[in-house]
């Protein structure tokens, strides 16, 4: 079944103006997802990695990617299409406490495949 990378994108404000019923609905959403099998975790501060041509390795503190909310967390989800995908993440506390999810598919390269760019 094809997988999909998900990144929830909130911050405090906007999940403290949600109503709390709305909330709770959706922190039981992502218990009965994780129930499901789905990867799902909070985010932790970031590093940059860097090997430049193979150079050496060069790491720095921070995102490189820039939002208007900070990174919540991250799951790995299993659905028969995007659409399908979608409507599971409709309901997660990202998506429904005023912020935002992405949804990007993840193509596993067969083994010998070159990786997609």
């Not at 403290?16 to 009965?32: E, L, N, S």
């Not at 060069?58 to 995007?82: D, K, Q, R």
């Amino acid at each position: 079944m094809p997988k999909f990378v998900t990144i929830g994108y909130g911050d405090r404000e906007g999940y403290d103006r949600t109503d709390a019923a709305v909330r709770d609905q959706a922190h039981a959403h992502d218990a009965r997802l994780r129930a499901a099998g789905v990867v799902m975790g909070v985010a932790g501060s970031p590093v940059q990695v860097r090997n430049h041509d193979g150079a050496g390795v060069a790491v720095e503190n921070g995102a490189f990617a820039s939002s208007g909310f900070p990174v919540a967390g991250f799951a790995i989800i299993e659905a028969a299409t995007l659409e399908e995908a979608v409507q599971l993440v409709s309901g997660t506390p990202c998506a429904v406490a005023q912020g935002v999810v992405e949804v990007w598919p993840l193509h596993v390269p067969e083994s010998g495949d070159e990786p997609r760019q």
